[in-house]
T-cell receptor
């Protein structure tokens, strides 16, 4: 597509439920990144994909967080048993080699 | 790990003023990004630079590799420039960006 698409744009969920966040990167972009921005905080790296593999998962805050990427394209970030501290804006970005990043508009997750 | 520092944290300017936001980083990089985040939360990539200077409209970004420092300048500032400006350092390969904490700019008419 023309840009990085994320869905849903907003998600309100009850504590303890699982949520799935989707990122559809720019066609052909091999690298895909997930970042998180909690209220009043800076951007925090979560995980990055090169193709379908995830060489760097170091930013995932707990084992409740997982992500996958299929077909070198769409990625899903899953948060199991959500907690209130998971509330944040989850941003996806894609890039191709040495070129710049394109960010999606984010998913605002609120855990109540 | 790269440490990215931005200053100032907050900046209020009168319309028309020349604005400078600074960014320094601790470890050599392959590129430095400047991003703009509006109140709605969406992030727009303004510049990616690895040397010298780039200009786009009223925005100018410069980088000094030896000093590990970059600046973002806005000429003839306007209220629509009000946003959070974030610098981010990129290492080699596909390593993730390391972000500064952002500079919140408010331009008053």
């Amino acid at each position: 597509g023309a840009g990085v698409s994320q869905s849903p744009s907003n998600k309100v969920t009850e504590k303890g439920k699982d949520v799935e966040l989707r990122c559809d990167p720019i066609s052909g972009h091999t690298a895909l990144y997930w970042y998180r921005q909690s209220l009043g905080q800076g951007l925090e790296f979560l995980i990055y994909f090169q193709g379908n593999s995830a060489p760097d998962k170091s930013g995932l805050p707990s084992d409740r967080f997982s992500a996958e990427r299929t077909g070198g394209s769409v990625s899903t970030l899953t948060i199991q048993r959500t907690q209130q501290e998971d509330s944040a804006v989850y941003l996806c970005a894609s890039s191709l080699a040495q070129y710049g990043y394109t960010f999606g508009s984010g998913t605002r997750l609120t855990v109540v | 790990k790269n440490e990215v520092e931005q200053s100032p944290q907050n900046l209020t300017a009168q319309e028309g003023e020349f604005i400078t936001i600074n960014c320094s980083y601790s470890v050599g990089i392959s590129a430095l990004h400047w991003l703009q985040q509006h109140p709605g939360g969406g992030i727009v990539s303004l510049f990616m630079l690895s040397s010298g200077k780039k200009k786009h409209g009223r925005l100018i970004a410069t980088i000094n590799i030896q000093e590990k420092h970059s600046s973002l300048h806005i000429t003839a500032s306007h209220p629509r420039d009000s946003a959070v400006y974030i610098c981010a350092a990129k290492g080699s390969g596909n390593t993730p960006l390391v972000f500064g904490k952002g500079t919140r700019l408010s331009v008053i008419a």
